[in-house]
């Protein structure tokens, strides 16, 4: 049963740290998208790649966030530095163009 | 530009009740519309989905019919079960694209 993972599941960490959080799209897909959830703003796309080019990040703070894709079995989102506003659910999800997106479980992350 | 609109929430049924989650779409072109659930802790997984007027997508006893005239894309169900409580996202992709734009999400509570 094809799957996304993501890691890690759980992140805590202190304001001005880097944090990395890694996802592995299911096999063959070719776009990516991180989204980041949270009560107050829902789900915002934050970045998505085709084929590994990054095709619109601008949903992304560009001082503090970047995304990545070193191959094609697996996308970085970094964030330095980390703050406490952006703690919040990080999903990743893949899919075939023109095709339904899966999500993964999802990076709970904390900025204290 | 595109938006979905979704009724706040939580929704509170008893089992076997009638379940309506209204949502209504803003588009330029023809979108394909989504239902996505999310269930406590994991990632948002893909319920239905309907690409034209008048396709009506269908899953797991969930309905909801693309009615282009209203713009609109009611999520139903005719006898909800304590499994189904979780929150129950709308969502659009323009032509050619696969970038979702989701509502806020509607919270589906049901109780025995």
């Known amino acids: 049963d094809a799957r996304v993972t993501q890691t890690p599941r759980h992140k805590v960490t202190e304001m001005g740290q880097e944090v990395t959080m890694r996802c592995q799209p299911i096999?063959?897909?070719?776009?990516v998208f991180w989204y980041r959830q949270t009560m107050m703003q829902g789900l915002e796309l934050l970045a998505y790649?085709?084929?590994?080019?990054?095709?619109?990040d601008s949903g992304m703070p560009k001082d503090r966030f970047s995304a990545e894709m070193p191959d094609a079995t697996l996308a970085t989102l970094k964030i330095q530095p980390s703050e406490p506003r952006d703690s919040a659910v990080y999903f990743c999800?893949?899919?075939?163009?023109?095709?339904?997106?899966?999500f993964g479980p999802g990076t709970r992350l904390t900025v204290l | 530009g595109n938006s979905v609109t979704q009724m706040e929430g939580p929704v509170t049924l008893s089992e076997e009740a009638f379940l309506t989650i209204n949502c209504t779409y803003t588009?330029?072109?023809?979108?394909?519309l989504f239902w996505y659930v999310q269930y406590p802790g994991e990632g948002l997984q893909l319920l239905l989905k309907a690409t034209k007027a008048d396709d009506k997508g269908s899953n797991k006893g969930f309905e909801a019919t693309y009615r282009k005239e209203t713009t609109s894309f009611h999520l139903e169900k005719g006898s909800v079960q304590v499994s189904d409580s979780a929150v129950y996202f709308c969502a659009l992709t323009n032509t050619g694209f696969q970038k979702l734009v989701f509502g806020t999400g509607t919270r589906l509570l049901v109780s025995p």
């Open positions: 790649f085709r084929n590994r080019a990054p095709l619109d």
């Open positions: 096999l063959g897909h070719n776009t």
């Open positions: 588009a330029t072109g023809y979108p394909s």
């Open positions: 999800a893949s899919g075939l163009s023109y095709n339904e997106q899966f």
